[in-house]
């Protein structure tokens, strides 16, 4: 009932959860309640994909603190910002307690903020350069001190005049 037709991938079994679970994780990291959701998406019940996202965390081959480090470094490293970083962990289902040590973890953002802002400007030199390269860090995820500094800071450097 509830289950997916097909009975040799069945997860019918807490046995076969566990398994089913060790194999995901074979492939890449999960948080423990990204892990139960995909379990469950893969025809777990509830109570075995709980139980089985559980033992996974006691056994240590799921740390939600570490996989939230971990993905807060990954997306900064892609040049995103704090606030997409956050709406990546909420996407993944970590808890809000996490966030802010998963942001402390990731490089600072104000050089992501500058080296974004510096290749979509292009040499760029106008007025529309510049505002195409903050709605782009704004759509990055950085906050608008973190886009001030970041074009003050190419200005400074470029000692560029702005074109009308």
Do not use: C, Q
């Not at 040799?8 to 994780?25: F, Y």
């Not at 509830?46 to 056994?59: F, G, I, S, T, V």
């Amino acid at each position: 009932m509830g289950r997916p037709a097909g009975g040799t991938g069945a997860l019918d079994t807490p046995e076969a959860v566990r398994k089913k679970a060790l194999s995901l994780l074979e492939r890449r990291d999960y948080g423990e309640a990204e892990l139960r959701a995909k379990l469950v998406e893969k025809g777990a019940g509830e109570e075995d994909a709980a139980a089985a996202a559980r033992r996974m965390a006691e056994l240590g081959f799921i740390n939600d603190a570490n996989y939230a480090a971990m993905v807060a470094r990954h997306y900064s490293a892609k040049g995103y910002g704090p606030e997409r970083i956050r709406a990546e962990l909420r996407r993944r289902k970590l808890g809000r307690e996490l966030w802010d040590g998963a942001l402390g973890a990731a490089p600072d953002s104000a050089g992501a903020a500058y080296a974004v802002f510096k290749a979509k400007m292009r040499g760029g030199r106008d007025r529309d350069a510049l505002r195409r390269a903050s709605a782009a860090l704004a759509r990055r995820g950085f906050g608008w001190d973190e886009v001030k500094a970041a074009m003050e800071r190419y200005l400074a450097e470029t000692e560029t005049e702005i074109d009308e």
